[in-house]
């Protein structure tokens, strides 16, 4: 039986700390048989503080560490420091160097600054939740951090994103140990789906800027009555009255971008909206969305958020009988 330990931090989000047991305990080989042994410690065998204002007692100390196949760390809130260059707490590090070499140690979430801070993530690749990217990255820059996607499989070290992604990511074990047939029935018995298209580009939440003085706004809140229509930079900088150069330069120092790539954006926005709150064919969502072809939104969607709109719209309206094409 494969050995699971699951380190409990202080601050530990309950969520993602449960997560493996119902995952790896829904997990069974012929005839109903366990194919986990799950075992939750902490660095010290004492209780823990969850930050969900009760306490966690343990069945067991620093030692399950040792006796481990896979390591778990989930998220805790209490290890703000990791991010400003503090090391790790002793009894932590201490904790973490009884693992056996050739352990496979998984994160969830922001427990991948823990493996960071310990410097078992140099040189390699790891995600973690995009909140938390931007701190994670100046932090840790000897990491090969990419927040787009839902989990890193990296041989003996995974790590993955915020909370639904380590679900993703535990169920990528199961599957990479017993095969597609166990993983999706333990994903059917956990009510989830056996796989996720995308990453977690798509959930992302990209607003754009909302200066209070700016010599673009009225012409932005001109184009987005326009969407639908074809829209030029010289439209744009006429409706500002100003030169190409000039609008350019304005509208990258008010809003960050191109005004070709807010524009871009804005139209990737309105098509996200039309894919989950409608049953409109793929071209027209297009068409309505600036656009012009199915094509082309496929082309934008699959660069800004690695999916396809047919892909996008199941995840959001998983029951939706909608046409792609007419």
């Known amino acids: 039986m494969h050995r699971v330990a699951v380190l409990a931090l202080e601050g530990v989000a309950p969520f993602e700390l449960g997560m493996p047991s119902r995952v790896f305990g829904n997990a069974r080989g012929p005839g109903g048989s366990f194919l986990y042994e799950v075992t939750v ?21 620093p030692e399950a560490l040792e006796a481990a196949d896979t390591v778990i760390i989930p998220p805790t809130h209490c290890l703000p420091g990791l991010v400003r260059g503090e090391p790790l707490p002793p ?8 693992i056996r070499p050739g352990t496979r140690i998984v994160s969830i ?20 939740h995009w909140v938390h990217a931007p701190e994670f990255r100046r932090a840790f820059p000897r990491v090969e951090l990419d927040e787009d ?40 018995l956990c009510v989830v789906p056996p ?48 030169s190409l150069r000039t609008f350019t330069r304005r509208f990258r120092d008010e809003v960050g971008m191109t005004p070709v790539q807010w524009l871009t954006g804005q139209r990737l926005e ?17 068409h309505r969305s600036g656009f012009g072809s199915a094509n082309s939104l496929r082309q934008h969607m699959r660069s800004a958020l690695g999916i396809s709109p047919i892909a996008y719209r199941r995840t959001f309206q998983p ?8």
């Open 41 to 61: 410690c902490t660095p010290d065998g004492r209780p823990v503080q969850s930050d969900a204002g009760f306490s966690i007692g343990v069945s067991a100390g």
């Open 91 to 98: 009894a932590l590090a201490e904790a973490l160097a009884r």
């Open 319 to 326: 029951n939706s009988s909608a046409v792609a094409h007419h």
């Open 270 to 286: 309105l098509a996200r909206h039309l894919l989950e709150s409608s049953d409109l064919p793929v071209d027209l969502v297009a």
């Open 195 to 242: 796989w996720r298209d995308g990453g977690q580009a798509q959930y992302i939440v990209r607003p754009v800027p909302d200066p209070t003085i700016a010599t673009t706004t009225a012409t932005r809140a001109w184009a987005l009555e326009r969407l639908t229509e074809p829209i030029t930079l010289a439209e744009l900088a006429a409706h500002a009255r100003m």
């Open 149 to 188: 996607v839902l989990f890193v499989d990296d041989g003996d070290i995974l790590t993955s994103a915020g909370v639904a992604a380590g679900i993703d990511l535990l169920l990528h074990l199961v599957r990479a140990d017993h095969g597609s047939a166990v993983a999706n029935l333990t994903a059917r």
């Open 109 to 128: 979430c922001t427990g991948s600054e823990v493996l960071a801070a310990a410097g078992l993530l140099d040189g390699r690749p790891a995600t973690t």
